[in-house]
Antibody, heavy 115, light 111 residues
Framework: QVQLQESGPGLVKPSETLSLTCTVS????????WSWLRQSPGKELEWIGY???????NYNPSLRSRVTISLDTSKKQFSLKVNSVTAADTAVYYC?????????WGQGTLVTVSS | QSALTQPASVSGSPGQSITISCTGT?????????VSWYQQHPGEVPKLMIY???NRPSGVSNRFSGSKSGNTASLTISGLQAEDEADYYC???????????FGTGTKVTVL
């Protein structure tokens, strides 16, 4: 069974870059698409984007100008960068398998944007 | 693009059946069979319950079933149990922007 673990800073200053990494274990990096999602406190889930094993990406149009997802197959990791963050980017960030439906999820990491 | 519309809350007594609706447009639910449903207990990670409109992942109880008619998808929980009390979210592919959109979420209460 695939296991995912997010890591990265829990506090980011406004206008700076949010960076998170998801480490994959128990499965092959080539078996899935890899997605990032987030959930603001008390709000619905939001899909951020995904990357395929071959490196193809697709991003939420509302975030496309500020988001980059990358993949490091040798480390079995994929990463998320969100530029120019504001308080509206405060959320629990999840990494997950799949594109369209998400079977395996990380535990989530809370990222707060505040000075 | 806008979130899919779900009722804020649905309730039922143990043993009853309930249905949660998820309404979108012809660009998302109505135009594709890529609808999935997630269960989320407070403080926990979302769990995949249904994918591709009506398919259940291994390990998910057959009390959960999914369907779609026009621009509306539905999740039915039969034989309602206390452990089913949670938030439920739908998700669909959207050709408007080539992305994926979630529903507003429904809180299920077992009376």
């Amino acid at each position: 069974q695939v296991q995912l673990q997010e890591s990265g800073p829990g506090l980011v200053k406004p206008s700076e870059t949010l960076s998170l990494t998801c480490t994959v274990s128990g499965g092959s990096i080539s078996d899935y698409y890899w997605s990032w999602l987030r959930q603001s406190p008390g709000k619905e889930l939001e899909w951020i984007g995904y990357i395929s094993y071959s490196g193809n990406t697709n991003y939420n149009p509302s975030l496309r100008s500020r988001v980059t997802i990358s993949l490091d197959t040798s480390k079995k990791q994929f990463s998320l960068k969100v530029n120019s963050v504001t308080a509206a980017d405060t959320a629990v960030y999840y990494c997950a398998t799949g594109a369209g439906w998400y079977e395996y999820w990380g535990q989530g990491t809370l990222v707060t944007v505040s000075s | 693009q806008s979130a899919l519309t779900q009722p804020a809350s649905v309730s039922g007594s143990p043993g009853q059946s309930i249905t949660i609706s998820c309404t979108g447009t012809s660009s998302d639910i109505g135009g594709h069979n890529y609808v999935s449903w997630y269960q989320q207990h407070p403080g926990e990670v979302p769990k995949l319950m249904i994918y591709d409109v009506s398919n259940r992942p291994s390990g998910v109880s057959n009390r959960f079933s999914g369907s779609k008619s026009g621009n509306t998808a539905s999740l039915t929980i039969s034989g309602l149990q206390a452990e089913d009390e949670a938030d439920y979210y739908c998700n669909s592919y959207s050709s408007s922007g080539t992305s994926y959109v979630f529903g507003t979420g429904t809180k299920v209460t077992v009376l």
